[in-house]
T-cell receptor, first 113, second 115 residues
Framework: GDSVTQMEGPVTLSEEAFLTINCTYTATGYPSLFWYVQYPGEGLQLLLKATKADDKGSNKGFEATYRKETTSFHLEKGSVQVSDSAVYFCALSGISGTYKYIFGTGTRLKVLA | EAGVVQSPRYKIIEKKQPVAFWCNPISGHNTLYWYLQNLGQGPELLIRYENEEAVDDSQLPKDRFSAERLKGVDSTLKIQPAELGDSAVYLC?????????????FGPGTRLTVL
């Protein structure tokens, strides 16, 4: 069935380090892909999205490129800050034309000063 | 612009008791979603509303869960009776429409603990 697989956390980095969080998906058709972030005590917030192959989503220094050939949507940031500490969720929707979101299990990021 | 509002934020009950969660979506958003998030997992859809109509409730355990969105705005999710396994975070989200590329806006969630 359709699914999203994320790398397990926690990911612990020092401030200003380079971040990659891997996300791969299995889906029929051509889904839209999303990264959501959940800060402590808050709801999920959209970080970025891409709706077709080769699209790059970007926001707040984060980027992810929709790679159809590798069915991936890896999240990257060149220099993380302590304030980036949160849980990051990869998700897809639009399978077979439907709205339905499928989320990954989330990856916790801890950034140390 | 106000975000999605949920209450209560936390609820502790004993098993077999009833519990209800309330959600007020972003003004003008026709589509409302209830999700269940277990510890260490991503959210899973329980039910989706288009205005006041439940258009997808296939994942809602209807023997004990119910939901309503009477005027197409606020929504209530109820569990009766609660079981130990219902301990989780219940998230509400809304979107302007129900399209595949639409962004869903999430509330902070209600953390339920069943003792």
């Amino acid at each position: 069935g359709d699914s999203v697989t994320q790398m397990e956390g926690p990911v612990t980095l020092s401030e200003e380090a380079f971040l990659t969080i891997n996300c791969t998906y299995t889906a029929t058709g051509y889904p839209s892909l999303f990264w959501y972030v959940q800060y402590p005590g808050e709801g999920l917030q959209l970080l970025l999205k891409a709706t077709k192959a080769d699209d790059k989503g970007s926001n707040k220094g984060f980027e992810a490129t929709y790679r159809k050939e590798t069915t991936s949507f890896h999240l990257e940031k060149g220099s993380v800050q302590v304030s980036d500490s949160a849980v990051y969720f990869c998700a897809l929707s639009g399978i077979s034309g439907t709205y339905k979101y499928i989320f990954g299990t989330g990856t916790r990021l801890k950034v140390l000063a | 612009e106000a975000g999605v509002v949920q209450s209560p934020r936390y609820k502790i009950i004993e098993k077999k008791q009833p519990v209800a969660f309330w959600c007020n979506p972003i003004s003008g958003h026709n589509t409302l979603y209830w999700y269940l998030q277990n510890l260490g997992q991503g959210p899973e859809l329980l039910i989706r509303y288009e205005n006041e109509e439940a258009v997808d409730d296939s994942q809602l355990p209807k023997d004990r869960f119910s939901a309503e969105r009477l005027k197409g705005v606020d929504s209530t999710l109820k569990i009766q009776p609660a079981e130990l396994g219902d301990s989780a975070v219940y998230l509400c989200a809304s979107s302007p429409g129900g399209g595949a590329t639409d962004t869903q806006y999430f509330g902070p969630g209600t953390r339920l603990t069943v003792l």
